[in-house]
């Protein structure tokens, strides 16, 4: 019973580590650049991403990674008859 309850324990922590297929920068990351004062080229050559990404969340007031997923289902496959 209880190695079950650290199990899931320890899935729930991993689980704001998981990224999605193209993500470069976990939370924890992008904290990390937002707070740092390094310059933004050490940033990117710290972390091996694009100097674009460094200045992206430099810029964003929070972490959290933006879903890129549609707001508006298009698909006539999916409607109800």
Do not use: C
């Amino acid at each position: 019973m209880m190695e079950r309850i650290r199990t899931a324990i320890n899935r729930e922590k991993l689980w704001d580590k998981v990224l999605h297929g193209n993500a470069r920068t976990t939370e924890a990351v992008r904290r990390a650049i937002q707070k740092s004062e390094t310059s933004l080229r050490a940033l990117a050559e710290h972390y091996d991403i694009n100097p674009k990404t460094v200045v992206k969340w430099k810029k964003r007031r929070f972490v959290v990674d933006v879903p890129m997923v549609s707001k508006v289902v298009r698909s006539s496959v999916l409607s109800i008859e």
